[in-house]
């Protein structure tokens, strides 16, 4: 099928976009020798692999460092989802706040190795155990229509699966991912799936699919030498000089990134195996691109190319890269005559950001602010400078949305800066930087993206960019940069983070969910933030009827951006148990803006900024405690403590001076955070400490821990074997094994209705093994398991009360279920009072 000159116009801008946003929000980019030498040898290779698994993390860092930079192929990963259902080791986030700290550690991992980066839409909504529940989940079509498309626009010669799609892969999602690699492998090429595709780019079928198998999908190192002979083998354990690594030392950095997970790997040096086999396509015998045309005659009419760009690396000097430049202007001119292909348009952005890093040629726009609003002026700083001494003229600049260029006809000498300032205003149309799959309202399982451009990439678009005309030895060239802020910081120097646009106003509420635990009102708090100068208003809440506020409205005047007011109202709850939402809405100039903010800011990744709608749930709870004071100890990060300060409790988090014996003794109950006995070393010391407390009538909480990389092996008073059990089937029944149990009972009689509108999931490492001291209080399972019956053991130590639970409090609570605080508050209360109905129930 002919492509229109057009078409591969708009390609060209999209893969921009593509090879660009790695690099959005970064320091601008400073390539050694070794770097451009690297380059320069990779623009003669025109291969290209997509490696396909679920989740970040998944991928395989050292098979992703190796092809990108051994084989110098054009490397991406697709990742079907941001892992957004995942716990968080590094701080509160889950959900999507952790799918936008996921997405840009995987970016962070393929600055390191080398890679690209692309996404489906499917939402990670949790664990699933097989495919068939994933699907029902995702909508599998639109997921697959996705990955089509990545597959037509980025053209990958290889295609390869992190898992099988069978129970070997031990998640359901994991088994999802091969599947669909498969379908869409064969769909890709067929003109009749998804032909709306066909608009903007042509099918393509991909040479071969292949699983990156090894020894662990055998079940036995002598099955696996038995069949493994007739696995294609790569070693990827090679050094590469230009980069003064190893690949598995590559691959350990880039792995290393995904600090949310506690994924820190160890590097590694020497042989190392990896194992392929054929899933479909033209089988390879021998070589992963055995029959595939990976130079330049693959393109006709580029023999001159392919001469021109080996003189240029034949002669490189790494003292003088810049010396390479004529020989890439007469290779650009060459591949500017061949006929329009997908593959002189890629290959010619790649020259050109070669001959850039050949030159030193250091472009940065940077905002004097990070943000700002619509319609609003932005102050730009510009620097321009050529490090060679190549000719370099910047002709004019030109701002995004600017109808015509700023004319400025510079020559750029050799180390010389051109700095200047400019200012220019946003239009008043420009879009808020909410991260694109945010923008609409989406399902369980899948994000809502109308703009086809955006499906498969990680992230927005730069907010704004400045575009520099040059002339190169009187070759015209133009360069867009994204407009990003910079700040000198006193300890690490320079640090970048997006330019984004945002509301004029923000409005925040103080919690995320508000539980009225009896009758009496809450006060509720707004946080009013400027997004711009003078900015004034009213502010209202918006809630069900049967719920009422006082005041009614506030004003608020704020004269400087970034100012804030603080406004209260007085909530005023029904009678009856009751769930509801709560909207707050300021009002300017006759516009209503219900838009808070959200800054997310952790070293290892730029800072991510969203603008969540300022929605509460509110829940008017039946609730009854014992007990006031209660310790936390953090584990790997939850939002328990805020959640049961909600109810009134008394939350004192835990420090490493607390843990001894008469501080623990004045407190309800000692709760330990999720993966503690995972992530707190610590904990060996303080466990003889917790027992006593447990021992002399305390009441200890341990919430789920996970079955491998415990701190200590016993985590109970008593042999409890944790497990990979889990009930993912948020609304699965839950029985009761010991109805009379007081947990059940005191000081709140539960029900089958409190196990209602769960979140996600029931819970996950159940122990499955446990001595007799224990009870076993409530029993679940997914469809079709076995049930599960550890996930709340209860035992008597000494004269107080030892409690493991695997249910996902850790979700419930900050998510306002009813049923989970009153499950919990019992389990605070535990040996509080325990009442006579409840004893005699026992007996």
Do not use: C
Not at 276 to 299: M, P, Y
């Amino acid at each position: 099928m002919k492509i229109h000159r057009l078409l591969f116009r708009f390609l060209f801008l999209s893969l921009g976009l593509m090879l660009r946003q790695p690099l959005q929000a970064q320091a601008p980019q400073r390539a050694s020798a070794a770097d451009v030498l690297q380059d320069l040898q990779k623009l003669n290779v025109l291969g290209r692999v997509l490696y396909v698994a679920a989740h970040p993390d998944d991928e395989n860092t050292r098979l992703i460092a190796y092809l990108a930079n051994e084989k110098l192929y054009t490397t991406a990963y697709l990742s079907i989802t941001r892992g957004d259902g995942g716990q968080n080791l590094i701080g509160p986030e889950i959900s999507e706040n952790l799918g936008i700290i996921r997405t840009q550690e995987l970016l962070q991992a393929r600055r390191t190795d080398g890679g690209q980066q692309f996404f489906t839409r499917a939402n990670d909504f949790g664990f699933s155990k097989n495919p068939e529940e994933t699907f029902t989940i995702w909508d599998k079509e639109q997921v697959l229509a996705d990955m089509v498309w990545v597959i037509r626009k980025f053209r990958p010669d290889v295609m390869i699966t992190r898992f099988p799609p069978d129970e070997r892969a031990g998640h359901g999602q994991h088994s999802a991912s091969a599947i669909l690699a498969e379908e869409a492998f064969k769909a890709a090429a067929d003109p009749k799936r998804f032909p709306e595709q066909l608009k903007q780019v042509e099918v393509w079928q991909p040479k071969r699919l292949l699983w990156n198998t090894g020894v662990w999908s055998f079940r036995s190192q002598e099955e696996f030498e038995k069949y493994g002979k007739e696995l294609l083998k790569v070693d990827v354990g090679g050094y590469s000089p230009l980069l003064g690594e190893s690949y598995g030392e590559v691959a350990a950095r880039s792995r290393s990134m995904h600090k949310s997970q506690g994924f820190g790997a160890a590097s590694s040096r020497g042989t190392s195996i990896e194992y392929l086999q054929h899933t479909a396509g033209e089988k390879a015998q021998q070589e992963l691109f055995e029959g595939i045309n990976t130079n330049w005659s693959r393109v006709k009419g580029s023999e001159k190319v392919q001469q021109l760009l080996q003189q240029a690396i034949s002669s490189f000097d790494a003292t003088k890269p810049a010396a390479v430049v004529p020989a890439l202007l007469a290779a650009r001119k060459e591949m500017q005559r061949l006929p329009e292909s997908y593959w002189k348009q890629t290959k010619l952005q790649e020259l050109e950001q070669v001959m850039q890093q050949a030159m030193g040629l250091f472009l940065e726009v940077t905002a004097s602010e990070y943000s700002t609003a619509p319609g609003l002026p932005v102050r730009l700083q510009v620097e321009a400078i050529n490090r060679s001494e190549v000719q370099v003229t910047l002709q004019s600049t030109k701002y995004g949305f600017a109808a015509s260029d700023t004319t400025l006809n510079i020559p750029l000498k050799n180390n010389e800066p051109l700095k200047y300032s400019t200012g220019k205003t946003l239009p008043q149309n420009t879009p808020y930087s909410q991260p694109y799959w945010l923008r609409e309202a989406g399902t369980l399982g899948m994000f809502a993206v109308s703009e086809q451009q955006l499906v498969g990439q990680p992230e927005n678009r730069p907010a704004a960019e400045l575009t520099f005309h040059l002339q190169i030895s009187g070759e015209p060239l133009q360069v867009a940069v994204p407009v990003v802020y910079k700040r000198t910081d006193p300890v690490d120097g320079e640090v970048y983070r997006p330019f984004v646009v945002t509301p004029p106003v923000y409005v925040n509420l103080s919690e995320r969910v508000l539980m009225f635990a009896n009758g009496e009102p809450k006060q509720v708090q707004v946080l009013v933030k400027a997004g711009k100068q003078n900015v004034k208003g009213d502010l209202q809440l918006e809630m069900p009827k049967g719920w009422r506020t006082e005041p009614a409205s506030a004003s608020f005047e704020l004269a400087a951006k970034g100012a804030e007011q603080r406004i209260n109202f007085m909530v005023y709850p029904p009678k009856k148990q009751q769930e509801a939402q709560l909207k707050a809405i300021a009002t300017v100039d006759g516009k209503a803006y219900t838009k808070g903010l959200n800054e997310i800011n952790y070293k290892h990744i730029p800072a991510q900024v969203t603008f969540p709608e300022a929605n509460t749930k509110i829940v008017k709870l039946d609730l009854q405690k014992r007990g006031e004071r209660v310790a936390y100890l953090m584990g790997a990060g939850d939002d328990i403590p805020a959640s049961l300060q909600q109810i009134g409790y008394q939350v004192t988090l835990l420090k490493d001076s607390d843990m001894y014996l008469t501080y623990l003794k004045q407190f309800d109950a000692v709760i330990l955070g999720v993966r503690a006995y995972n992530t707190v070393e610590r904990i060996r010391h303080y466990q003889p400490t917790l027992l006593e407390y447990v021992r002399q009538g305390g009441n200890l909480i341990v919430q789920y821990n996970t079955n491998h990389a415990l701190v200590i092996p016993e985590v109970g008073p008593y042999p409890l074997k944790l497990s990979r059990d889990r009930v993912t089937v948020e609304d699965a029944e839950v029985r009761f094994l010991k109805p009379g149990h007081p947990v059940l009972n005191t000081p709140n009689k539960l029900s089958k209705a409190d196990f209602a509108g769960w979140v996600q999931e029931r819970g996950l490492y159940f122990p499955n093994e446990w001595s007799s001291e224990y009870e076993a209080i409530l029993s679940s399972n997914d469809p079709g398991e076995p049930a599960r019956d550890g996930g709340l053991l209860v035992a008597k130590y000494g004269e107080g009360h030892y409690i493991y639970t695997g249910y996902s409090f850790f979700r419930e609570l900050p998510a306002g279920v009813p049923g989970a605080y009153r499950l919990f508050a019992n389990l605070i209360s535990l040996g509080k009072g325990t009442d006579n109905a409840a004893k005699s129930s026992m007996k």
